[in-house]
C-alpha cells in the first residue's frame, strides 16, 4: 500500500491531505475521527456516490456522507434490499434474483421461487437478516468481465441476470456479494458491512413481473422499509398502519359508498345511493362555481370518429392510453380519452371576434382511458372516469387574468373541502435547446411569464421543475396534503400550443386580422373518481356534516316512538336535511353503535318524553351526547353547519 504514488484528497473545508496510493474514504475517515468513521455510510468522491472500502482512482474531492444527507439513505436502503436477498439465499436456495432497488420509504426485491412466500417466511426472513447484520459481513466490489459473467450465470441458469447483463453492463461490470451466497450485478454504492443495517422491516409481498411485463415470468416482489432510526421507522409504521385505516377501498366497502364489479370489468366504478350523495354534492359545487366564475356548461359526447382522434393527434402520440376502436357501419369510432377536441369542436363551430373572448367551456366529462390490467387501484387507477374538465380560449393580453382566475379556483377548490396544506409545481420548457417542444419561443415566454406573475400574484409556494413540461406547453400541477400528511396530485392548468393550430382554431383581432387563441387545459378535481377516493381517505370516511351522505339518523327507542320519529324525519327532510330513520325492533345501544360505525354525524334518540315535549335528544359521533333540544333549534344548527360548508359541528 505504501508502494506507488500519492494522492491529494481534497476534504469539504478545503484542506487537502495527501494520503497513500490505494487508501479508501473509510481511510481518510478514520485519519480524521474514529467516530466519523463509524458515522460515515458512503463518501461522495469528485461528486459521485461511492464506497467507503474502495481505494480512491486518483486525486479526489472527498465527502463522507453520515445519516444527515438523504443520499445516504438512499444507499442504506439499497443495502438492506441486498440484505434480504442474501437472507433469501440462505433460507430458501436456488431462488433466482430479479432487480431489488431502494425506494421512497424502503426497497424491494424481486425472487423467483416456485413457492409462493408467506408472512410466516417474513418472519423468518427478517430474523435472517438480522443474524447476518450481526455476522458483520462485508459489501465486497467485485470487478467482472462481461464474456465471464455471462457464460458463468448463463451455466447457473440465472437467466434474468444473463438478460440485464446482456443488455445493461459495460465489458467490465460492477457486481456486489454480501456473504458466501449472494451476489449480484449491481452499480453500487453500498454501505461497508451488514453490521451498518441496524433498522429495516419487511412490509409486503406481491407479484410483479419480470420488467413490469405480463407476458413475462411472474415474480414474488417483497416489500421492505429501513432507516437510521428506529424512532423514524416506529413513525412511519404507525403512519403506515394510520393510511391502512383509511384506505378509502376498505371505507368504500364499509359505508357502502361505491363498488368495481368483477362482471363489468376492472376499474370502472359504480357510485352506490350514498357515494352517490357525495358525488352529487361535490359535482354540485363544481358547477355553481364554473357559472358563478364565468364558465359556460357544455356536454359532449362519449365517443367520436376516429378522425377526430386523428386531427387532434391523440391517435398518434396517445394511441397506447386509449381503448381499442370499434367499428361501426360508416367509419371507425372511438372512446374519448380527453374532453379536450369535442370542446374545440365547440368553439370552431362558429367564428370568434376577439370581443367574444375568452371564451371557458366547462364540462364534467366522462373519459375513458386503457390502463393494464394489475395496475388499476381503487378510485387512484381507473379506466373510466369523469373530468372537470375545462378549456379556456383567450387572446394573449387575457391570459394572466385567466391564470390567476383557474389557480384561485384551484385554491378555492381545496379549501372548500377542507385542505389547507397544498404547494404548486411548474414545469418549463428547455428554451428550445432540443426542439422536442411544440410551439413559438414568443409563446411558450408569454405562458411561462403569465404562469409565473399568477404564481406570485396569488403569493402562492412554487417548485418550479425545469424541461419537464408536456412537449405541447407548461404547466401548473397543484398537490394537497391530507389529513396524515401525504400529497396527492391535484389540480393542473396547462397550455396548449398545439391543438389550436392542429384545429385551425382563430378570432379576429382588434386589428381586422385573424389570429390563434391561446388555450388552457384545466382540471382541478383532476378526476371526480380520485378526488373522492382522496377525501374518503382525508376524513377516514367521517364527511364534514355539508358532504355526509346521511347527516342524522333517528334511532327510536321502542316501536311506539316510530310514529313521532317518522314525523321528526319528515321536518327534517323537508329542510332540506338528509336523514334516515332506524325502526328495526332493536335495542337503541345497538342502533348507537351502528350509526357511529357508519360515521353519521348526528343521532336523534326518540321517547315518549321527546314525543310528548316535541323535543329530540342528541347525540354527535364525535362530542357524544349532547342534551335535549327543540326540534328547531336542532334543524337550523345542521341548516348552519351545512350552508358554511364547515369543518366543525
Ligand atoms: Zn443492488
Ligand atoms: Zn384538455
Known sequence: MSIGPEIHVTLPDGSTKTVPAGTTPLDVAKSISPRLADAAIVARVNGDLFDL?????????????????????????????????????????????????????????????????????????????????????????????????????????????????????????????????????????????????????????????????????????????????????????????EAKKRDHRKLGKELDLFSIQDLAGPGLVFFHPKGGTIRRIIEDWMRDQYVKRGYSLVYTPHVARHDLWKTSGHANFYSDNMFARMELDDAEYQLKPMNCPFHILIYADKPHSYRDLPVRLGELGTVYRYERSGTMHGLLRVRGFCQDDAHIFCTPDQIENEIVSCLQFAVDTLTTFGFSQYEAELSTWDKGVSGKYDGSPEQWELAERALETAIKRLDMQVKIIPDEAAFYGPKIDVKLVDAIGRKWQLSTVQFDFTLPRRFNLEYVGEDGKKHQPLMVHRALYGSIERFFGILVEHYAGAFPVWLAPIQVTILPITDRNVPYAQEVSTKLNDAGIRVTVDDRSEKVNLKIREAQLQKVPYMLVIGDREAANGQVAVRNRKHGDLGVQTLEEFIANVKSLTDSKAATE
Open 53 to 241: 472500502t474502495r481505494p480512491f482512482e486518483g486525486d479526489a474531492s472527498l465527502q463522507l456522507l453520515t445519516s444527515k444527507d438523504p443520499d445516504a439513505l438512499y444507499v442504506y436502503r439499497h443495502s438492506t434490499a441486498h440484505l434480504l436477498a442474501a437472507a433469501v439465499l440462505e433460507l430458501y436456495p436456488g431462488t433466482q434474483l430479479g432487480i431489488g432497488p431502494p425506494i421512497e420509504n424502503g426497497f424491494y426485491y424481486d425472487f423467483l421461487r416456485d413457492v409462493p412466500f408467506t408472512p410466516d417466511d417474513l418472519e423468518k426472513l427478517e430474523a435472517k437478516m438480522h443474524e447476518i447484520e450481526a455476522r458483520d459481513v462485508k459489501f465486497e466490489r467485485v470487478l467482472t468481465k462481461k464474456d465471464e459473467g455471462l457464460a458463468k450465470y448463463r451455466a447457473e441458469g440465472a437467466s434474468m441476470k444473463v438478460e440485464l447483463i446482456s443488455e445493461r453492463a459495460d465489458d467490465i461490470f460492477t457486481e456486489y456479494t454480501l456473504g458466501p451466497q449472494f451476489i449480484d450485478f449491481c452499480r453500487g454504492p453500498h454501505v461497508p458491512s451488514s453490521s451498518k443495517l441496524k433498522v429495516f422491516k419487511l412490509l409486503s409481498i406481491a407479484g410483479a413481473y419480470w420488467k413490469g411485463d405480463e407476458k413475462n415470468a411472474q415474480l414474488q416482489r417483497i416489500y421492505g422499509t429501513a432507516w437510521f432510526s428506529k424512532k423514524e421507522q416506529d413513525e412511519y409504521l404507525a403512519k403506515l398502519e
